[in-house]
């Protein structure tokens, strides 16, 4: 190929050149709601911010959304869904020049009627949520429903399925992707067995690999959705419900496939040989599902999950194989029969007939248990009373429910599957509670729904109740509320933590209360503590110590002795001294018109910040003593920034303090303070970074009772307005930067 115009060559290169230089690809953003609450005519859901949590969470690992780029919303009202759209569209221009293209991912978990989401006491109209998701300016929109009769919202103003044509990330694209978990008149599901409702635990399985058809480490849109149609249908088919259908609507401009999650950027992943075929189930230590896929002969299959130990199930046509391994960082485990062992099969029997599922040699799928007590046709185990004096353990593998009303242990009573209460005074271990336990020295469920309460130690993975410890409590996922005595620690936080001495808490949506120090690393609330609040990455809310405050990012008020953000503060800081990337922390020295020698010194944000300093004559400056009463005084205030390229203006309310002698035998009495206000505005230019040089205009306000604090100084203008007199001035100097 050739060019005649060679001009034009040249323009086309250099233009590529720049573009690939300056833009960094795609920059994805996304909005997370889980919704619970339907109102008062609709069940409350077990599962919808857990759901919507999980997706966050899987998205930022291996799907190129970082938390800094998301909100996620519990139970939102209409118009905390507005906030959200408008805060994301507003990161999104801001973002418009650092990226060739954005892409928008808003996800809804819970309630919805036939024409609008469901929020509580409010709703959301599907055609006021697809005109505003539209506003959104990004390139590519992702939408994901998964409610009841969602199919309405692809539907809404004329929609209707139009053949998939994607994009990757080598293209320019533009358009939308609509993913609903059923069509408009089809219920949506969740599962207890799952933890989760079915579409979005089959969305979640497939981006993290179950989806990957193609064998590439990349999970695209279309390969997404198959799976989570397939899944879901196959799960539903058999339900009370009835089966779900998910929809979609796909229109995009562009080439190939638009990829959703890439499996090799995961820490951990596994591999599932190409020689295994059948029926893989993977569950996590607490016996949740967390991957099962039909498994061809053929391409390996990659699961991207979480370190930590893990069982596997493969069940082909002839034989059944399962195995634990454990999984950590920079380490692939591969899924093989020759890495499992072979496992007895039982024949389970319908529901209706006599042992349902038991074969009748004591055990239920091939694996063993002991002391049955009553056993019905509901696979349901029930156990009015357990009691061990060493170790009782009582496991049911087969996904029957285990109810037991009272477990006592005085050192260990495991029970899998527990819908009641046990009680014990050394310690309770289960991984399925549904009630309460209580321990008087330690207390561990895996899943726990209901309370704890412990004198001495609480864990639980999963929390959608309350922890209650007199020393220590432990949650992975938390949504109700922690107390404790002494310690509280939680991995994602989305209610209430409320500890004598500590807390800490990975991500939270709520508030930490602490009587000494609280550790977070995002802050979506309020952080309170009498010594210490630490956020790691974001705050979006307060944080209130009585000593000191850090984040990385503040969108919001950081209020302290020491405030430090170590990124960009989006708020206020209040505290006396403010650290911030982009706000204020300086000393200053200025010399003005009534021969006054001033050193402040100012912190906080660009929009409010503090004023601390002193003031004298030249010669009495460095001289501080008594004979100086008269001469010299202090300064404090509040003052605000406005910065326009290297150019600043400041806007200023002082107040002034001046000490004086008086006639006095006493020394107590010796002295007599008068304070005077002042208002003042300046304008600075940094010619260097670190080096401001400014000059300003201060007018100060002289009342009779402070008529003292102008008699010894050098009064140029002054006018006279009877019973006040006012006394302008001007002054420049410099100022040196800290941050």
Same mark, same amino acid.
């Given at each position: 190929?050739?060019?005649?115009?060679?001009?034009?060559?040249?323009?086309?290169?250099?233009?590529?050149?720049?573009?690939?230089?300056?833009?960094?690809?795609?920059?994805?953003?996304?909005?997370?709601?889980?919704?619970?609450?339907?109102?008062?005519?609709?069940?409350?859901?077990?599962?919808?911010?857990?759901?919507?949590?999980?997706?966050?969470?899987?998205?930022?690992?291996?799907?190129?959304?970082?938390?800094?780029?998301?909100?996620?919303?519990?139970?939102? !009202?209409?118009?905390?869904?507005?906030?959200?759209?408008?805060?994301?569209?507003?990161?999104?221009?801001?973002?418009?020049?650092?990226?060739?293209?954005?892409?928008?991912?808003?996800?809804?978990?819970?309630?919805?009627?036939?024409?609008?989401?469901?929020?509580?006491?409010?709703?959301?109209?599907?055609?006021?949520?697809?005109?505003?998701?539209?506003?959104?300016?990004?390139?590519?929109?992702?939408?994901?429903?998964?409610?009841?009769?969602?199919?309405?919202?692809?539907?809404?103003?004329?929609?209707?399925?139009?053949?998939?044509?994607?994009?990757?990330?080598?293209?320019?694209?533009?358009?939308?992707?609509?993913? !609903?978990?059923? !069509?408009?008149?089809?219920?949506?599901?969740?599962?207890?067995?799952?933890?989760?409702?079915?579409?979005?635990?089959?969305?979640?399985?497939?981006?993290?690999?179950?989806?990957?058809?193609?064998?590439?480490?990349?999970?695209?849109?279309?390969?997404?959705?198959?799976?989570?149609?397939?899944?879901?249908?196959?799960?539903?088919?058999?339900?009370?419900?009835?089966?779900?259908?998910?929809?979609?609507?796909?229109?995009?401009?562009?080439?190939?496939?638009?990829?959703?999650?890439?499996?090799?950027?995961?820490?951990?992943?596994?591999?599932?040989?190409?020689?295994?075929?059948?029926?893989?189930?993977?569950?996590?230590?607490?016996?949740?599902?967390?991957?099962?896929?039909?498994?061809?002969?053929?391409?390996?299959?990659?699961?991207?999950?979480?370190?930590?130990?893990?069982?596997?199930?493969?069940?082909?046509?002839?034989?059944?194989?399962?195995?634990?391994?454990?999984?950590?960082?920079?380490?692939?485990?591969?899924?093989?029969?020759?890495?499992?062992?072979?496992?007895?099969?039982?024949?389970?029997?319908?529901?209706?007939?006599?042992?349902?599922?038991?074969?009748?040699?004591?055990?239920?799928?091939?694996?063993?248990?002991?002391?049955?007590?009553?056993?019905?046709?509901?696979?349901?185990?029930?156990?009015?009373?357990?009691?061990?004096?060493?170790?009782?353990?009582?496991?049911?593998?087969?996904?029957?429910?285990?109810?037991?009303?009272?477990?006592?242990?005085?050192?260990?009573?495991?029970?899998?599957?527990?819908?009641?209460?046990?009680?014990?005074?050394?310690?309770?271990?289960?991984?399925?509670?549904?009630?309460?336990?209580?321990?008087?020295?330690?207390?561990?469920?895996?899943?726990?729904?209901?309370?704890?309460?412990?004198?001495?130690?609480?864990?639980?993975?999963?929390?959608?109740?309350?922890?209650?410890?007199?020393?220590?409590?432990?949650?992975?996922?938390?949504?109700?509320?922690?107390?404790?005595?002494?310690?509280?620690?939680?991995?994602?936080?989305?209610?209430?933590?409320?500890?004598?001495?500590?807390?800490?808490?990975?991500?939270?949506?709520?508030?930490?209360?602490?009587?000494?120090?609280?550790?977070?690393?995002?802050?979506?609330?309020?952080?309170?503590?009498?010594?210490?609040?630490?956020?790691?990455?974001?705050?979006?809310?307060?944080?209130?110590?009585?000593?000191?405050?850090?984040? !990385?990012?503040?969108?919001?008020?950081?209020?302290?002795?020491?405030?430090?953000?170590?990124?960009?503060?989006?708020?206020?800081?209040?505290?006396?001294?403010?650290?911030?990337?982009?706000?204020?922390?300086?000393?200053?020295?200025?010399?003005?018109?009534?021969?006054?020698?001033?050193?402040?010194?100012?912190?906080?944000?660009?929009?409010?910040?503090?004023?601390?300093?002193?003031?004298?004559?030249?010669?009495?400056?460095?001289?501080?003593?008594?004979?100086?009463?008269?001469?010299?005084?202090?300064?404090?205030?509040?003052?605000?920034?406005?910065?326009?390229?290297?150019?600043?203006?400041?806007?200023?309310?002082?107040?002034?303090?001046?000490?004086?002698?008086?006639?006095?035998?006493?020394?107590?009495?010796?002295?007599?303070?008068?304070?005077?206000?002042?208002?003042?505005?300046?304008?600075?230019?940094?010619?260097?970074?670190?080096?401001?040089?400014?000059?300003?205009?201060?007018?100060?306000?002289?009342?009779?009772?402070?008529?003292?604090?102008?008699?010894?100084?050098?009064?140029?203008?002054?006018?006279?307005?009877?019973?006040?007199?006012?006394?302008?001035?001007?002054?420049?100097?410099?100022?040196?930067?800290?941050?």
């Amino acid at each position: 190929m050739c060019f005649k115009n060679k001009k034009l060559l040249i323009s086309l290169t250099v233009f590529l050149t720049a573009f690939s230089l300056f833009a960094e690809g795609v920059e994805r953003f996304a909005v997370y709601i889980g919704c619970n609450n339907g109102g008062k005519s609709n069940a409350r859901l077990m599962y919808a911010g857990t759901d919507a949590t999980s997706f966050q969470k899987t998205m930022s690992e291996i799907g190129g959304v970082p938390n800094s780029n998301s909100i996620l919303l519990i139970d939102p !009202s209409k118009s905390d869904v507005d906030g959200a759209l408008g805060a994301i569209s507003d990161a999104i221009a801001r973002n418009s020049n650092a990226s060739r293209r954005s892409e928008f991912i808003f996800y809804y978990s819970g309630h919805s009627s036939e024409t609008a989401l469901l929020l509580g006491k409010t709703t959301y109209d599907y055609s006021e949520l697809k005109e505003s998701i539209s506003k959104v300016p990004s390139d590519v929109h992702v939408v994901i429903l998964d409610s009841c009769y969602s199919g309405n919202f692809i539907r809404t103003k004329g929609g209707s399925r139009q053949k998939p044509f994607l994009v990757d990330d080598s293209t320019v694209v533009k358009g939308h992707a609509y993913l !609903s978990s059923s !069509s408009t008149q089809e219920a949506s599901q969740e599962s207890d067995e799952i933890g989760s409702s079915f579409f979005t635990n089959a969305v979640l399985t497939g981006l993290r690999g179950a989806a990957d058809t193609s064998g590439d480490k990349k999970v695209t849109l279309n390969e997404l959705y198959s799976y989570a149609f397939n899944e879901t249908l196959s799960k539903t088919e058999s339900s009370a419900s009835g089966p779900q259908h998910p929809n979609y609507n796909i229109t995009l401009v562009g080439s190939g496939d638009l990829v959703l999650s890439d499996i090799s950027t995961s820490e951990c992943l596994v591999k599932v040989s190409k020689e295994t075929s059948g029926r893989v189930i993977i569950r996590n230590n607490a016996g949740k599902l967390i991957s099962e896929i039909n498994k061809p002969y053929g391409n390996p299959v990659y699961l991207a999950l979480e370190r930590g130990r893990y069982s596997a199930t493969v069940i082909t046509q002839d034989a059944t194989y399962q195995g634990n391994f454990d999984l950590s960082p920079s380490k692939v485990y591969i899924v093989e029969t020759n890495n499992l062992s072979a496992i007895n099969r039982t024949a389970n029997r319908t529901r209706g007939s006599n042992g349902a599922g038991n074969s009748g040699d004591g055990s239920y799928d091939g694996i063993e248990y002991a002391d049955v007590v009553e056993q019905h046709e509901e696979d349901t185990i029930y156990f009015p009373f357990n009691f061990s004096f060493v170790c009782n353990e009582f496991m049911i593998a087969s996904g029957k429910d285990v109810i037991s009303s009272v477990a006592l242990g005085l050192i260990r009573s495991d029970l899998y599957g527990v819908k009641g209460a046990q009680i014990s005074s050394i310690g309770n271990e289960a991984t399925f509670v549904y009630g309460a336990q209580t321990s008087g020295v330690y207390t561990i469920a895996k899943e726990l729904k209901g309370a704890q309460g412990a004198g001495v130690f609480n864990i639980a993975q999963d929390v959608l109740g309350a922890q209650a410890a007199g020393v220590f409590n432990i949650g992975q996922n938390v949504f109700g509320g922690q107390g404790a005595g002494v310690f509280n620690i939680a991995d994602d936080m989305q209610g209430v933590q409320g500890s004598g001495v500590f807390n800490a808490a990975r991500g939270i949506i709520g508030a930490q209360c602490s009587g000494v120090l609280n550790v977070a690393r995002d802050a979506v609330g309020a952080q309170c503590s009498g010594v210490a609040n630490i956020a790691f990455k974001n705050v979006k809310g307060a944080q209130v110590s009585g000593v000191f405050n850090y984040a !990385s990012h503040v969108q919001g008020a950081q209020v302290g002795l020491v405030n430090v953000c170590a990124g960009n503060c989006d708020g206020i800081q209040v505290g006396l001294i403010n650290i911030s990337k982009n706000g204020v922390c300086e000393v200053g020295m200025s010399y003005s018109t009534e021969n006054k020698l001033r050193m402040t010194f100012n912190t906080g944000s660009r929009y409010l910040y503090f004023v601390l300093g002193y003031f004298a004559a030249p010669e009495y400056f460095f001289s501080f003593s008594k004979d100086n009463w008269g001469y010299e005084g202090t300064t404090f205030g509040i003052g605000s920034r406005i910065d326009v390229w290297k150019f600043n203006f400041d806007f200023e309310v002082l107040g002034n303090c001046m000490t004086f002698k008086k006639d006095s035998e006493d020394d107590r009495h010796s002295f007599r303070a008068y304070t005077y206000p002042t208002f003042r505005v300046s304008a600075g230019f940094t010619p260097v970074k670190h080096f401001n040089l400014f000059a300003g205009f201060a007018w100060s306000t002289e009342f009779k009772e402070a008529a003292s604090c102008f008699e010894k100084g050098k009064n140029n203008w002054v006018i006279d307005c009877g019973d006040v007199k006012f006394h302008p001035e001007f002054d420049f100097g410099v100022r040196f930067s800290l941050n």
